[in-house]
């Protein structure tokens, strides 16, 4: 046999057997019409919620992803961080927690499709919004708006991303999970303040977005003027009462906000699940098809990854599944049987444009037809005071106020957002926790002011971020003065030190000794500092360390929004003022800490740190270093950083973010029941908690950033904390409770077509998380119990003793059911309404 047939032998084989055992990939096509979004020529019906990468580690991903799906999710949503895969102008970085391929590939191994933000603006509370850096300080550039050294860079990062994916082969067309892509983001709130540029640059953002063919629809979000591909989306809160700018684009919710993001110095936003459900309902009952929680996991801030001015460390964003990657209980059970309830109508819901009927005063039904005698109805009642009855094809039905029923065969109620039957968790979790008890401590106390000879001079105080280029959270201002009689003239007169700053904080020094702190909040970082002091004769230092927390990443211009000290004024109450604004000051950029690199694990047996058994505590600008070992499990771990001040941490070399302890919030604004009324409209400031604490004592450490054995953690103090009384926690247990009545419907799961649904029995269902089991029922009774999941029970007057009944169901397992009627539990009380409630302990 010649060589060439030996070798096409040898091919051909190599053919045959790849065809044979490697699965064939599936491409799709994916376009859209006026109702939904249309793959391989059937219209979709589509539960999306965002999940963004960098915010947990890549390990913990296929668990989180899983999560969602059980949860009904068909659909992951990221944005794609520009700043942190370009940090250097063209050096790209796509490892680790960045490692966007992999991502992509995670979610299309659970079954689940992608909608990719690239933007590539992202908000986000990201760092400056996901711009890198570097881009500021081209000559000449002007953000968001029709300006050639922008739009040249934002152009070769879209193509450099969609390149990437079309390489991997993930976009549908090549049977990836990609089934849309957005460019910009939000642009239409800001778009007013840049004039005819802002037009011109909307639409050459599309043109470039659709040029680079990725073969699935562009969206672009809050953007009424989106041309023609382009599906202009919704954001917010409500999306019902949105319509597209064609009558050629389907109505779609980009960012439903399952809470709101934290700010240091700010009570925790939550959002009741009642609403959020309602929210889901009605923008599908009114013609929606494609809808995404913003956030379904909100996960961590590492680093210095959070926008600003002030975003907390935790994006937890009251999410259905938490930071941790715990689901959040009842939020992700009660949106998973409305997903189910919503997916039984999909048949209807992409047949046919709704049929709106007036059912009397804020009630209104919305029918699909598939054929004239075959349809899915949702009834409303969008007031916010009174529960109605409704008549509806001849049958009466119950709303209560500002709710959602779901019909599926415009028969049977199947769901109703109002009416939560899914599990709740009971408390706080339980917790394994370690406190630190080293045998020896390490610390670093920082010199105040100039600590190198890469300090520079200049006259006049600059602008801190242009100064700065976001390489450190800090920056130096220094100067000398000399009092004398010119300055001060007599003797004991009280000075003033009066300094005013854009933000974010400052902590200020004379003659090396502290005398204030100023810092801003969220909303306004900008504040104004005025300290009493004392000046020696002759020379004195004045040191300020102007702090960054997040560089701004939202607003119109945000990118040249400035930061840092801009006003300095030492005022003598009878002689008037010196200002000192203009004087020549004295720059270092970072503190002393960073520039050793004590962080670093190669520094933890470094002569720098000083050693000792016991920690100096309540000091500024010190660094400390300890060893700890982690709680034993598996599990997310927690550090408690409640007795600390202000400042980072890092473990095993790994930055854990920003920690701001001290900064309370106001002791006015949150619910005085602790309970909030989902009924009417919700904003960020409705519904809060923890009003007089810290926005976050809490910091998340992902397992897989410790080992067994020692660990290192460093801390960064900035104003002075105790680090003696910090602990590692792991979470242990978690209490669940289940309250469902003989009237509550059965499970949606349950629900079949042509089925006499009602004569079905319901469910106490409970479920631990993965790995967990139930250990113990804490409570169980069938009848009239008094008090509520997330308040003490007691036997009512009516009451069947379930309790073995329910061990025998649930114990040692990690979930269970109960069907709820008399043949199951008994009758203790005939004629009278009954309920089933199980309260039950979970454990690793």
């Known amino acids: 046999?010649?060589?060439?047939?030996?070798?096409?032998?040898?091919?051909?084989?190599?053919?045959?057997?790849?065809?044979?055992?490697?699965?064939?990939?599936?491409?799709?096509?994916?376009?859209?019409?006026?109702?939904?979004?249309?793959?391989?020529?059937?219209?979709?019906?589509?539960?999306?919620?965002?999940?963004?990468?960098?915010?947990?580690?890549?390990?913990?991903?296929?668990?989180?992803?899983?999560?969602?799906?059980?949860?009904?999710?068909?659909?992951?949503?990221?944005?794609?961080?520009?700043?942190?895969h370009e940090p250097v102008k063209g050096q790209y970085y796509f490892e680790g927690r960045f490692d966007l391929v992999r991502f992509v590939k995670t979610v299309q191994e659970a079954g689940l499709l992608v909608h990719l933000r690239i933007g590539p603006y992202a908000c986000a509370e990201w760092n400056y919004g996901g711009f890198p850096i570097w881009l500021h300080f081209i000559p000449g550039i002007q953000f968001r708006t029709t300006n050639a050294p922008f739009k040249n860079e934002m152009k070769h990062f879209l193509a450099k991303i969609v390149e990437m994916m079309k390489e991997e082969h993930l976009f549908a067309s090549q049977g990836g999970p990609i089934i849309l892509a957005q460019v910009e983001n939000e642009y239409g709130n800001v778009e007013g303040s840049y004039g005819v540029g802002g037009e011109l640059y909307v639409k050459w953002a599309a043109e470039t977005a659709v040029s680079l063919n990725?073969?699935?629809?562009?969206?672009?979000?809050?953007?009424?003027?989106?041309?023609?591909?382009?599906?202009?989306?919704?954001?917010?809160?409500?999306?019902?009462?949105?319509?597209?700018?064609?009558?050629?684009?389907?109505?779609?919710?980009?960012?439903?906000y399952s809470g709101w993001f934290l700010g240091f110095g700010n009570p925790i936003p939550y959002r009741p699940v009642e609403d959020l459900?309602?929210?889901?309902?009605?923008?599908?009952?009114?013609?929606?098809?494609?809808?995404?929680?913003?956030?379904?996991?909100?996960?961590?801030?590492?680093?210095?990854?959070?926008?600003?001015?002030?975003?907390?460390?935790?994006?937890?964003?009251?999410?259905?599944?938490?930071?941790?990657?715990?689901?959040?209980?009842?939020?992700?059970?009660?949106?998973?049987d409305l997903h189910k309830a919503i997916k039984h109508c999909e048949k209807y819901l992409i047949s046919s444009d709704p049929t709106r009927v007036q059912l009397g005063v804020n009630l209104e039904a919305h029918i699909y037809y598939k054929h004239s005698n075959e349809c899915a109805a949702f009834l409303a009642n969008y007031g916010s005071r009174s529960d109605a009855n409704v008549t509806f094809n001849g049958h009466v039905y119950f709303l209560p106020a500002w709710s959602v029923s779901i019909l599926p065969d415009c028969k049977n109620v199947i769901f109703n957002t109002a009416k939560v039957v899914s599990q709740k968790t009971l408390g706080d979790p339980l917790f394994a926790s370690t406190t630190l008890k080293p045998s020896s401590w390490g610390w670093y106390k920082e010199r105040v002011g100039i600590w190198s000879n890469s300090s520079f001079s200049s006259p006049?105080?600059?602008?801190?971020?242009?100064?700065?280029?976001?390489?450190?959270?800090?920056?130096?201002?220094?100067?000398?003065?000399?009092?004398?009689?010119?300055?001060?003239?007599?003797?004991?007169?009280?000075?003033?030190?009066?300094?005013?700053?854009?933000?974010?904080?400052?902590?200020?020094?004379?003659?090396?000794?502290?005398?204030?702190?100023?810092?801003?909040?969220?909303?306004?970082?900008?504040?104004?500092?005025?300290?009493?002091?004392?000046?020696?004769?002759?020379?004195?230092?004045?040191?300020?360390?102007?702090?960054?927390?997040?560089?701004?990443?939202?607003?119109?211009?945000?990118?040249?929004?400035g930061a840092g000290i801009f006003f300095v004024v030492i005022a003598d109450l009878e002689t008037g003022k010196v200002d000192l604004s203009d004087e020549e000051w004295t720059y270092q950029?970072?503190?002393?800490?960073?520039?050793?690199?004590?962080?670093?694990?190669?520094?933890?047996?470094?002569?720098?740190?000083?050693?000792?058994?016991?920690?100096?505590?309540?000091?500024?600008?010190?660094?400390?270093?300890?060893?700890?070992?982690?709680?034993?499990?598996?599990?997310?771990?927690?550090?408690d950083l409640a007795s600390m001040g202000k400042g980072q941490a890092w473990v095993n070399g790994q930055s854990i973010g920003r920690y701001w302890s001290t900064y309370l919030s106001p002791s006015t604004g949150c619910n005085s029941s602790g309970v909030c009324d989902y009924r009417g409209a919700y904003?960020?400031?409705?519904?809060?908690?923890?009003?007089?604490?810290?926005?976050?004592?809490?910091?998340?450490?992902?397992?897989?950033?410790?080992?067994?054995?020692?660990?290192?953690?460093?801390?960064?103090?900035?104003?002075?904390?105790?680090?003696s009384k910090i602990s590692v926690?792991?979470?242990?247990?978690?209490?669940?409770?289940?309250?469902?009545?003989?009237?509550?419907?059965?499970?949606?799961?349950?629900?079949?077509?042509?089925?006499?649904?009602?004569?079905?029995?319901?469910?106490?269902q409970l479920t631990c998380e993965h790995g967990w089991h139930i250990t113990s029922?804490?409570?169980?009774?069938?009848?009239?119990?008094?008090?509520?999941?997330?308040?003490?029970?007691?036997?009512?007057?009516?009451?069947?003793?379930?309790?073995?009944?329910?061990?025998?169901?649930?114990?040692?397992?990690?979930?269970?059911?109960?069907?709820?009627?008399?043949?199951?539990?008994?009758?203790?009380?005939?004629?009278?309404?009954?309920s089933l409630a199980v309260q039950a302990l979970c454990r690793n």
């Open 1 to 84: 046999m010649g060589s060439k047939s030996w070798v096409a032998l040898v091919l051909f084989a190599i053919i045959v057997f790849e065809g044979y055992f490697i699965e064939p990939v599936n491409s799709a096509t994916v376009t859209y019409d006026h109702r939904a979004l249309v793959i391989d020529g059937k219209r979709r019906v589509l539960q999306s919620g965002s999940i963004h990468y960098p915010r947990t580690n890549p390990e913990v991903w296929p668990e989180i992803i899983n999560k969602a799906k059980e949860g009904g999710l068909d659909v992951i949503e990221s944005y794609v961080f520009w700043n942190y």
């Open 214 to 256: 990725t073969s699935v629809p562009w969206v672009m979000c809050v953007q009424d003027d989106a041309p023609d591909p382009i599906i202009n989306t919704c954001n917010g809160f409500y999306c019902d009462m949105f319509a597209p700018n064609s009558p050629n684009k389907p109505k779609m919710w980009t960012e439903n």
């Open 277 to 336: 459900a309602f929210a889901v309902a009605r923008f599908f009952e009114t013609g929606g098809t494609f809808q995404n929680y913003y956030m379904y996991f909100g996960g961590t801030n590492f680093g210095r990854t959070a926008g600003g001015p002030l975003v907390a460390t935790s994006y937890d964003y009251d999410a259905p599944i938490d930071e941790y990657g715990f689901l959040r209980q009842p939020k992700w059970g009660h949106l998973r």
């Open 460 to 561: 006049g105080l600059l602008e801190q971020i242009s100064t700065t280029k976001d390489t450190s959270d800090f920056l130096w201002y220094s100067i000398s003065i000399n009092v004398n009689e010119d300055i001060a003239p007599g003797q004991g007169k009280e000075l003033f030190l009066n300094i005013e700053s854009l933000g974010h904080a400052a902590l200020v020094f004379v003659n090396k000794k502290p005398i204030g702190f100023g810092y801003g909040n969220h909303e306004d970082a900008s504040f104004i500092l005025n300290e009493k002091v004392a000046l020696n004769p002759g020379n004195n230092t004045i040191d300020m360390l102007s702090m960054m927390i997040g560089v701004q990443n939202y607003g119109p211009w945000f990118d040249v929004a």
């Open 589 to 639: 950029v970072g503190v002393e800490g960073e520039y050793l690199g004590l962080d670093n694990i190669s520094l933890a047996n470094s002569s720098l740190w000083t050693t000792g058994a016991t920690p100096p505590v309540n000091q500024t600008l010190i660094w400390y270093k300890v060893s700890f070992l982690a709680p034993e499990g598996k599990g997310p771990l927690a550090l």
């Open 683 to 723: 904003d960020a400031n409705k519904c809060l908690k923890n009003c007089g604490q810290p926005a976050q004592t809490l910091y998340h450490i992902p397992r897989t950033w410790v080992q067994d054995g020692e660990n290192l953690l460093v801390l960064h103090e900035e104003l002075g904390g105790d680090p």
């Open 729 to 764: 926690r792991t979470r242990t247990g978690q209490e669940i409770c289940a309250y469902v009545s003989d009237t509550d419907p059965p499970p949606a799961s349950s629900w079949k077509p042509n089925s006499e649904f009602m004569s079905q029995n319901p469910e106490v």
């Open 777 to 834: 029922i804490n409570f169980a009774s069938y009848g009239t119990p008094i008090g509520s999941c997330g308040a003490t029970f007691t036997l009512g007057t009516c009451n069947a003793d379930v309790l073995t009944i329910v061990e025998q169901a649930c114990l040692g397992k990690e979930g269970c059911s109960i069907t709820i009627s008399t043949e199951t539990l008994g009758d203790p009380c005939p004629g009278v309404l009954k």
